[in-house]
């Protein structure tokens, strides 16, 4: 099958334009824009796409690859900061432009043979960077422009190198897709053949291929990555996939106990319980800080399995739910994008760890992950509940965990849930949840002075977790909130609301 390895340059679009290329049915990987050629050639890429990225290339320790990644023989994008060091590499010269141009503008198609072919003429595109392209390399043509950048398309049809300067993976460059679709089918020669139930099968395929005969491991979280992972998994090696449930202290409401008869009688999963909640608030007593949070509970499960995997015996493979997201927010060696925090699928991994690594949804963003889930066979209440965090509750108390203050998340947590529900927005919001503060405020109920802890709603709508906006809910809905929070759960008696989108926030506090 086809592949498109997309290079990262660091821009925040990068995985958009993965995301774009499997839409069209073409499947794709992110590199680091430095990947060893050697490497890179092992891949065995169809054609390259550079992406953007947010330096200059003619800054000192600019992002820079090898020309011969020009000579592979494969059609090469450059996107924005892609194009810019595609020219500058093959004898082309950027600058600093005075007249910067961020955000819309007017595309003029000056050559509908290539790249532009079908694209309206003074269609939107949407650009996002300070430097342009001054002179072209040799051997190239200038088939788009706009009113401040005279070579927004470049194009060398007999190298087969294309570059635009503005980012077609966005929604608002008009004909963006268009775009994609000429690189790809017409320009390239790719098939579009790609589709998440292919996954499905080239994926068991690959887990068996990989497995053999030996047992695996697969921890489940109670969220939908692990569940397919473990779906996928069972798919591939049947009995030999033993999966573990913790209870962990860190929970929902009941959830630990509901979500047991799920995977054993709905999923015919072989799911081993272990009660931990114990160890976990014990070893979280004191600890303030997210990151060592998550690192604490990342390996506290890792030793719970390796226990269960003794246990069973003969264990070598370790299932993750890792989806997308998770790598490039964590993972400063997949590629530039900054590190922003470590989810415990990936960060908290101890290096003492035992297991090789099985992690199936490594490229899926999330709304991929629920398609696969529906092709597995999951009910639809379980695929449309929200996503929920690996380390639980513990990332929302902000400061030391305690049993007193799960005990309010809990509650104040369970009401939110059934007010949107009641409501009827579950299902158009992304996340729903509270956090508790560390700081305790003063107030007065019925005659008495009190002084108690404050809970923050946050209501989010998001497409992938990858950005986020905070719901514009109905001050009703809110005063209800508020209302049944400070009477029914005990210690609280203030509730804010968190207006912040991301970025520049996070969706979790911590
Ligand atoms: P943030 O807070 O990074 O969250 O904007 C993006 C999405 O990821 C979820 N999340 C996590 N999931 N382990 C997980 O498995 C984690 O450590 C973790 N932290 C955040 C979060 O709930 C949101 O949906």
């Known amino acids: 099958m086809h592949k498109v390895v997309v290079l990262d340059f660091g821009s925040q679009y990068t995985q958009l334009i993965a995301r774009k290329l499997r839409e069209l049915g073409v499947f794709s990987e992110i590199f680091p824009f430095n990947i060893p050629l050697a490497k890179l050639r092992k891949e065995d890429p169809s054609a390259l796409i550079l992406s953007g990225g947010p330096q200059s290339v003619y800054e000192k320790g600019a992002l820079l690859v090898s020309k011969e990644i020009f000579k592979l023989g494969i059609p090469v994008l450059g996107i924005c900061y892609g194009l810019q060091l595609m020219a500058k590499l093959l004898g082309g010269k950027v600058l600093s432009s005075k007249k910067r141009e961020y955000g819309f503008a007017s595309l003029e198609v000056r050559d509908r043979t290539g790249l532009l072919s079908g694209v309206k003429d003074k269609g939107q595109v949407w650009m ?21 950048t005279k070579a927004a398309v470049i194009e060398s049809s007999k190298d087969k190198l294309y570059g635009v300067q503005f980012h077609p993976e966005v929604i608002h460059t008009r004909d963006g897709k268009k775009i994609l679709t000429n690189f790809l089918f017409r320009l390239s020669g790719l098939k579009n053949e790609w589709s998440l139930g292919s996954f499905i099968g080239e994926k068991v395929k690959e887990i068996r291929g990989f497995v053999g005969n030996k047992k695996v491991i697969c921890g489940l979280s109670g969220g939908i990555d692990s569940l397919v992972t473990s779906l996928l998994v069972h798919r ?8 573990v449930f913790v209870d962990n202290g860190l929970l929902r409401k009941n959830q630990y106990l509901d979500l047991m008869k799920k995977f054993r009688r709905q999923l015919n999963l072989n799911v081993i319980g272990v009660d931990a909640s114990e160890l976990f608030l014990d070893r979280l007593k004191g600890v303030i800080s997210p990151e060592r949070k998550r690192k604490i509970i990342g390996e506290l499960f890792i030793r719970i399995f390796e226990e269960q995997a003794r246990k069973i015996g003969g264990v070598d493979f370790l299932a993750q739910g890792t989806i997308y997201p998770d790598v490039i927010e964590s993972s400063p060696v997949r590629g530039p994008s900054s590190t922003i925090k470590s989810h415990h699928n990936v960060g908290g991994l101890p290096k003492r760890l035992k297991f090789k690594l099985i992690e199936p949804l490594k490229e899926l963003f999330k709304d991929e992950v629920r398609v696969l889930a529906e092709e597995l066979g999951i009910d639809k209440d379980f695929i449309t509940q929200h996503p929920f965090p690996g380390p639980g509750l513990a990332v929302r108390i902000v400061g030391e965990v305690t049993r007193e203050r799960l005990e309010i998340v809990r509650e104040a947590d369970e009401i939110l849930i059934q007010e949107i529900r009641r409501a009827g927005l579950y299902k158009q919001l992304w996340q729903v949840f509270v956090v508790l503060l560390p700081v305790k405020s003063v107030g007065v109920m019925g005659d008495r002075r009190t002084y108690q802890r404050v809970v923050v709603i946050r209501l989010v709508q998001s497409e992938d977790g990858m950005t986020a906006a905070w719901y514009q809910a109905r001050p009703e809905l809110l005063a209800r909130l508020s209302n049944r929070i400070v009477n029914e759960v005990q210690g609280v008696n203030r509730v804010v609301y968190d207006i912040t989108t991301k970025p520049p926030g996070t969706i979790e506090w911590e």
Request: charged share 25%; aromatic share 6%.
């Open 236 to 243: 591939a090696v049947r009995r030999n996939l033993f999966c």
């Open 128 to 148: 996002s960077h300070g430097d342009r392209l001054e002179r072209i390399p040799p051997g190239f043509i200038i088939s788009g422009k706009t009113a401040n």
